[in-house]
Nanobody, 114 residues
Framework: QVQLVESGGGLVQAGGSLRLSCAAS????????MDWYRQAPGKAREWVAA???????NYADSVKGRFTIFRDNAKNTVYLQMNSLKPEDTAVYYC????????WGQGTQVTVSS
């Protein structure tokens, strides 16, 4: 059974930092490209960042230079380090395994106050 469990969200002031974690089980984690998405109230879910099995990364323009995605295959966990946070980063953040698109965790809420 595929499970994705996000954690690390919270309330932070603009300019602050948070590190999100996503623990995966039920998949061969090391072989999967992993993505982070986010969904703000009243908006569609949007892609944020990706990391391939080989460690290559890609970012949405809105977070480039501020967010860093990385992974620990020994822990079956993908992370999202978020720096210089802005109020517009407020959203529920989700991780997703590229080969298991239909499986989503509960997400973790990030709220950035101005």
């Amino acid at each position: 059974q595929v499970q994705l469990v996000e954690s690390g969200g919270g309330l932070v002031q603009a300019g602050g930092s948070l590190r999100l974690s996503c623990a995966a089980s039920g998949i061969i984690f090391s072989r999967n490209t992993m993505d982070w998405y986010r969904q703000a109230p009243g908006k569609a879910r949007e892609w944020v960042a990706a990391i391939t099995s080989g460690g290559s990364t890609n970012y949405a323009d809105s977070v480039k230079g501020r967010f860093t995605i990385f992974r620990d295959n020994a822990k079956n966990t993908v992370y999202l380090q978020m720096n210089s946070l802005k109020p517009e980063d407020t959203a529920v953040y989700y991780c997703n395994a590229r080969q298991w698109r239909g499986y989503w965790g509960q997400g973790t809420q990030v709220t950035v106050s101005s």
